[in-house]
């Protein structure tokens, strides 16, 4: 069984940055797919980035430009860098991967941007 554990959450004001980071049990090198959703209250849990194993990358309109995802397979860490944060950003972030049998979920970290 993989473990999935998200960091980096936290309370900012609009225009701060965070950057989140997934720690992953087994060598992220075997996902073949990493991604970034996010959950915010009463709404449907979103796909926000993803990035393969040949390192492309994909992202939702909404935080092209602001967001960056990476991946660390020598850590086994994947990341996602936020800046420019806004308000409509609040949601709780989780870590999802994939290898070509399983797909597995992190616990979530909350990220809320308010002043």
């Known amino acids: 069984q993989v473990q999935l554990v998200e960091s980096g959450g936290g309370l900012v004001q609009p225009g701060g940055s965070l950057r989140l980071s997934c720690a992953a049990s087994r060598s992220s090198g075997s996902f073949i797919g990493m991604y970034w959703y996010r959950q915010a209250p009463g709404k449907e849990r979103e796909l926000v980035a993803g990035?393969?194993?040949?390192?492309?990358?994909t992202y939702v309109d909404s935080v092209k430009g602001r967001f960056t995802i990476s991946r660390d397979n020598a850590k086994n860490t994947l990341y996602l860098q936020m800046n420019r944060l806004k308000p409509e950003d609040t949601a709780v972030y989780y870590c999802?991967?994939?290898?070509?049998?399983?797909?597995?979920w992190g616990q979530g970290t909350q990220v809320t941007v308010s002043s």
């Open positions: 999802h991967c994939l290898t070509r049998l399983n797909a597995y």
């Open positions: 990035i393969s194993s040949d390192a492309s990358t």
